[in-house]
């Protein structure tokens, strides 16, 4: 745990045992018939919570001496959210977290272990899961969250700019090369204004972590603890000036962040036939779906020497390390892991279901997305899936890209920059 992390956990402690006395407790009992009052939470409202909705009404219906009340906040600063709430004692018993946070709550002890509960329940196992979102979901021994869906990364393009160019679609035998000529083909100009971009090469992390990979290079040792020489490395250096090169000059091939800014961001763009490719997840398609956009999907592509690379995202169901009814929360993060739910969220298509069975009847029966499932067998753990300083290392390296992106400083002194900042404060 990183010694940063003490105060705040002090911090969040007595700030719990405080709010315990609180009338205000999200986990008070009540006097609704005696029954055990629960609440959970996600990201999003109502409408797109509408499995969570139906979930909670069978729940209860299933439960009869627990009430379970389903509370979602706003995707726009759920992060901040939750954790004030946690921090003031007020959190739900049950919450969500993205797989980017996994370590970061349990660094902050807000999460309860769930090893004690599995193995007093037989009948729950765990192997009715996918193994590697298990695997993301255990934190230096112990299992601290169940999956509730996740969704690989893989290639998603525009099939119209495609058509219009007469060029062929992405293919499994694709390179990083292959990818980055097609691109300059499908990158048009009006004069000196761009109209269409080729591929979007931006500035979020996860497509940048693929590309490194599969030139043999990460900003950060196994463990996490290191970034000199390896964030600055000779080999990270050489392969993110190629990539911040795609988009910058006369002959880029990705908008910059202004492009993006202006044109209303990778997604919008592709919607409008204005960017024919981008690395992105599944659930990209809840926006595609509604637009009258072609689209397919597509294996990342690799490395000359045959390396392939991809993340899944993935969202974890956690109790409140300070719920005072822990048991009931445990039945209630079952009953939304569990195999009937994942049937209930894969049907309408948005996500995958991180049970096996389950997967696999979609295997069975899909076509259009079928690469995107594939890139989940070239899967590789990012910084903050492998260690509690993950934070550290994505906000130092984000700046530096920032830095390369706007023209500020030079990929070698950027990075060498980030490096030493981050093993700064890591030693903190």
């Given at each position: 745990?990183?010694k ?7 911090i969040l ?26 609440t ?22 299933a439960h ?10 706003p995707?726009?600063?759920y992060?901040t ?19 980017g ?8 002890g ?19 899961f ?12 112990k299992q601290?969250y ?19 160019a007469?060029i062929p ?5 694709w ?14 100009k ?20 693929t ?30 000036e190629k990539?911040?090169?795609?988009s910058?000059?006369?002959?880029r091939?990705?908008p ?7 044109l ?19 659930w ?19 490395n ?24 009931e ?31 696999e ?31 550290i ?22 990075l060498?920059?980030?490096a030493?900042n ?6 903190k």
């Open positions: 745990m990183k940063g992390s003490i105060g705040l956990i002090m402690v007595l700030s719990m045992l405080l709010s315990a006395c609180s009338s205000g407790s999200s986990t008070d009992t009540g006097s609704s018939g005696g029954k055990v009052k629960l959970f939470t996600v990201w999003g409202d109502v409408n797109s919570g509408a499995d969570e909705v139906k979930l909670a009404e069978q729940f209860n219906a009869p001496n627990i009430e379970v009340k389903f509370e979602p906040i995707s726009e600063g992060g959210k939750l954790t004030t709430s946690l921090a003031a004692g007020q959190a739900p018993d049950v919450f969500l977290v993205g797989e946070d996994y370590y970061k709550y349990v660094d902050k807000v999460v309860e272990p769930l090893d004690s509960y599995l193995a007093a329940d037989p009948s729950f196992k765990l192997n009715i996918q193994p590697d979102l298990i695997n993301n979901m255990k934190i230096e021994g601290y169940l999956p509730k869906d996740f969704n690989p990364l893989a290639l998603w393009y525009n099939k119209r700019m495609f058509d219009e007469q679609y992405p293919t499994d035998e390179t990083w090369d292959d990818m980055i000529a097609v691109a300059q083909k499908l990158t048009k009006e004069g000196n204004k761009y109209t269409q971009f080729g591929f979007n090469a931006g500035k979020w992390e996860y497509p940048i972590y590309y490194l990979w599969d030139y043999g290079t990460d900003i950060a040792n196994e463990d996490g603890t290191t970034a000199e020489g390896y964030m600055n490395s000779d080999k990270t250096v050489a392969a993110m990539y911040v090169a795609l910058q000059g006369e002959n091939v990705s910059t962040p202004l492009d993006s800014q202006t209303g961001g990778d997604s919008s763009m592709f919607m409008t036939d204005k960017l024919a490719m981008m690395v992105t997840g599944r990209v398609k809840t926006d595609l779906d509604k637009s009258n956009v072609k689209y397919g999907s597509a294996m990342i592509p690799k000359a020497d045959g390396t392939r690379s991809s993340i899944i995202a993935s969202a974890g169901w956690a109790i409140n390390v300070s719920s005072t009814h822990k048991q929360a445990y039945e209630l993060v079952k009953w939304l892991s569990g195999a009937d739910a994942q049937k209930l969220r894969s049907n309408n298509g948005k996500v995958l279901p991180a049970t096996v069975k389950e997967l009847k979609v295997k069975a029966k899909e076509v259009a997305d079928k690469p995107v499932i594939e890139m989940m067998n070239f899967a590789k753990k990012p910084i903050t899936l492998r260690s509690a300083n993950g934070p290392f994505v906000e130092e390296f984000t700046k530096a890209l920032e830095k390369m992106l706007l023209g500020e400083q030079d990929t070698r002194t950027a060498d920059e980030a030493k981050v093993d700064s404060k890591i030693k």
